[in-house]
Nanobody, 115 residues
Framework: QVQLQESGPGLVKPSQTLSLTCTVS??????????WSWIRQSPGKGPEWVGV???????NYRPSLKSRASISRDTSMNQLFLQLRSVNPEDTAVYFC???????RGQGTQVTVSS
């Protein structure tokens, strides 16, 4: 069974860089037929797609976040990473990693941007 677990700091100061990790078990992220996305959900809003990385390492991002977001991976650890630079309070959200086109996703990690 595929399992995803997000981790990262719960609190980040404005203008700093947010770094999150998604640890995947039960499937290799490089041999998977699926791509892997980061999603976030802010209070009172619907889910918002942040970006994706596929098994070849190709990435794509939400246009409004493209200049600040980076998705990468460590294939030896079977982990995915999200970095979001120059954060502001509007980046406060629960961040999830997800195996695309399936119901597999992590439980999410709360990130609050505040001084």
């Amino acid at each position: 069974q595929v399992q995803l677990q997000e981790s990262g700091p719960g609190l980040v100061k404005p203008s700093q860089t947010l770094s999150l990790t998604c640890t995947v078990s039960g499937e290799s992220i490089i041999t998977s037929a699926y791509a892997w996305s980061w999603i976030r959900q802010s209070p009172g809003k619907g889910p918002e797609w942040v970006g994706v990385i596929d098994s070849d390492g190709y990435t794509n991002y939400r246009p409004s976040l493209k200049s600040r977001a980076s998705i990468s991976r460590d294939t030896s650890m079977n982990q995915l990473f999200l970095q979001l630079r120059s954060v502001n309070p509007e980046d406060t959200a629960v961040y999830f990693c997800r195996r695309d086109a399936t119901d597999y996703r992590g439980q999410g990690t709360q990130v609050t941007v505040s001084s």
